[in-house]
């Protein structure tokens, strides 16, 4: 089984920037993809950005441009550097991992707040 941490929410104002990461232990070898979703008050959880173990990153259409996913293999972490927020990108951002053979591993989930 794969665990997940996640760090680097916080309070910043529009216009700012964070950094989230998501440090992954245990059985690495089965995560396919990482991926993190985010949820804010009222709606539903919805995919931000997905990265493969190889292959093409994804972005919601709402973040292009300035969300950017990676990963650091030698680390086992996936990041999400967040530039240019908005208050609209408030919500508690969880990190994902979809496992072979196995059901996808959900991190506990970091807030992330952006005050106008």
């Known amino acids: 089984q794969v665990t997940l941490v996640e760090s680097g929410g916080g309070l910043v104002q529009a216009g700012g920037s964070l950094r989230l990461s998501c440090a992954a232990s245990g059985s690495i070898f089965r995560v396919s993809a990482m991926a993190w979703y985010r949820q804010a008050p009222g709606k539903e959880r919805e995919l931000v950005a997905s990265?493969?173990?190889?292959?093409?990153?994804n972005y919601a259409d709402a973040v292009k441009g300035r969300f950017t996913i990676s990963r650091d293999n030698a680390k086992n972490t996936v990041y999400l550097q967040m530039n240019s927020l908005k208050p609209e990108d408030t919500a508690v951002y969880y990190c994902?991992?979809?496992?072979?053979?196995?059901?996808?591993?959900w991190g506990q989930g970091t807030q992330v707040t952006v005050s106008s």
């Open positions: 990265i493969p173990t190889a292959g093409t990153s």
């Open positions: 994902y991992a979809r496992q072979v053979f196995k059901p996808p591993q």
